[in-house]
T-cell receptor, first 114, second 113 residues
Framework: NAGVTQTPKFRVLKTGQSMTLLCAQD?????MYWYRQDPGMGLRLIHY???????AKGEVPDGYNVSRLKKQNFLLGLESAAPSQTSVYFC?????????????FGPGTRLTVL | KNQVEQSPQSLIILEGKNCTLQ??????????LRWYKQDTGRGPVSLTI?????NTKSNGRYTATLDADTKQSSLHITASQLSDSASYIC????????????FGTGTSLTVIP
């Protein structure tokens, strides 16, 4: 099993450009999450999904969109990138049994917006 | 306000020594508390998960304790190794929701030979 993978690993964008981050998991997990990690701050939830075809907003959803067309994939889109979106983005997944689920994280995508 | 605070912010110890990391939280209602290890440039990896009724949970050389009354947790690392150098993150989950996680900012541990 590859676990949770993220594509790409690094990306540099100019302000106003768009991009999509791809998260894939091969553990048949129901729940998937997108977080961002900034220096001096804990991970913050952007969007999450509790199953194929469902998405919901997290703590910091503005400027991002997501889609979960297939159970194994969770896409995070930036329509018009801003320097404030410079961050490390982590995807995570969990079984979906409830509050004691272990979250499995991907390796992260380091995004810089100039 | 729901918050998770960790101390110290950073720590340097000699290989073979023990250390204890602290986590205080104000999250309510409380469901469970997790400790993660995050190596530089990698995603967090789960070490332990404890519910309200659990006081101690071990994972190899890692032992987590929880005092739900005082809303404090600690992570004790025994006989540290160079590979323990990482950031350790405390995460508290609120009850009634599987998606409400409150992350601490982490303690950066450096183990030197």
């Amino acid at each position: 099993n590859a676990g949770v993978t993220q594509t790409p690993k690094f990306r540099v964008l100019k302000t106003g450009q768009s991009m999509t981050l791809l998260c894939a998991q091969d553990m048949n997990h129901e729940y998937m999450y997108w977080y961002r990690q900034d220096p001096g701050m804990g991970l913050r939830l952007i969007h999450y999904s509790v199953g194929e075809g469902t998405t919901a907003k997290g703590e910091v959803p503005d400027g991002y969109n997501v889609s979960r067309l297939k159970k194994q994939n969770f896409l995070l889109g930036l329509e018009s990138a801003a320097p404030s979106q410079t961050s490390v983005y982590f995807c995570a997944s969990s079984l979906g049994r409830g509050g004691l689920d272990t979250q499995y994280f991907g390796p992260g995508t380091r995004l810089t917006v100039l | 306000k729901n918050q998770v605070e960790q101390s110290p912010q950073s720590l340097i110890i000699l290989e073979g020594k023990n250390c204890t990391l602290q986590c205080n939280y104000t999250v309510s209602p409380f469901s469970n508390l997790r400790w993660y290890k995050q190596d530089t440039g990698r995603g967090p990896v789960s070490l332990t998960i404890m519910t309200f009724s659990e006081n101690t949970k071990s994972n190899g050389r890692y032992t987590a304790t929880l005092d739900a009354d005082t809303k404090q947790s600690s992570l004790h690392i025994t006989a540290s190794q160079l590979s323990d150098s990482a950031s350790y993150i405390c995460v508290v989950s609120a009850s009634l929701s599987t998606n409400q996680f409150y992350f601490g900012t982490g303690t950066s541990l450096t183990v030197i030979p």
